[in-house]
């Protein structure tokens, strides 16, 4: 069974500083994807950064980036120069051939300004 | 290019009672998945439609059941509602080209009260 957690239920950042949100996960399968989801108040949930196990290269997107250790099964995102907009719930999840996305319980992430 | 759609936004029912929710996938996709989000918690996979047909399910018990139509829109079912299926109903879609390189773009939601 797929399972993956979030150790960390809430996390404060000053604007513009840097944030790093922890997740590891465990799987049985050998081909398997992970990904982080942003989810504001307004609900809708949205795609991050996403990082294909097979690749060691740690996936960057803008100002997001992830730390992946695969043999630590660890899947960590970095938020650099954070903005107000930042703020809301980051989820990570890990999908594989079963099709389905396991989600952990999510991190909520203040800015301060 | 158009985004997930979900309707309705919000919906009131009471216990007992039948809902319908709907999801239109974003163009080009052909697999939508549905998640329960409960408050407070992450989504849990309901199921999932491709090219109609249903294509692995979550621990969730027949009540629950879907649809996929010719144009890949979707709808989720539940029977007999009950107050613990409050929750943000979520639908996803993706395009199939393998398995392991499906990202899920998801829609606004549906927010179900069971009273």
């Known amino acids: 069974a797929q399972t993956v957690t979030q150790s960390q239920p809430e996390m404060s950042v000053q604007e513009a500083e840097t944030v790093t949100l922890s997740c590891t996960y465990d799987t049985s399968e050998s081909d398997y994807y992970l990904f982080w989801y942003k989810q504001p108040p307004s609900r809708q949930m949205i795609l991050v950064i996403r990082?294909?196990?097979?690749?060691?290269q740690n996936a960057t997107e803008n100002r997001f980036s992830v730390n992946f250790q695969k043999a630590a099964k660890s899947f960590s995102l970095k938020i650099s120069d954070s903005q107000l907009g930042d703020a809301a719930m980051y989820f990570c999840a890990s999908g594989g051939a079963t099709n389905k996305l396991i989600f952990g319980t999510g991190t909520l992430l203040a800015v301060q300004p | 290019e158009t985004g997930v759609t979900q309707s309705p936004t919000h919906l009131i029912k009471t216990r007992g009672q039948q809902v319908t929710l709907r999801c239109s996938s974003q163009s080009g996709h052909n697999t939508v998945s549905w998640y329960q989000q409960a408050l407070g918690q992450g989504p849990q996979f309901i199921f999932q439609y491709y090219r109609e047909e249903e294509n692995g399910r979550g621990n969730f018990p027949p009540r629950f059941s879907g649809l996929q139509f010719p144009n890949y829109s979707s709808e989720l079912n539940v029977n007999a509602l009950e107050l613990d299926d409050s929750a943000l109903y979520l639908c996803?879609?993706?395009?199939?080209?393998?398995?392991?390189?499906?990202?899920?773009?998801f829609g606004p939601g549906t927010r179900l009260l069971v009273l």
């Open positions: 990082q294909e196990a097979y690749k060691q």
């Open positions: 996803a879609s993706s395009e199939r080209t393998s398995p392991t390189q499906e990202t899920q773009y």
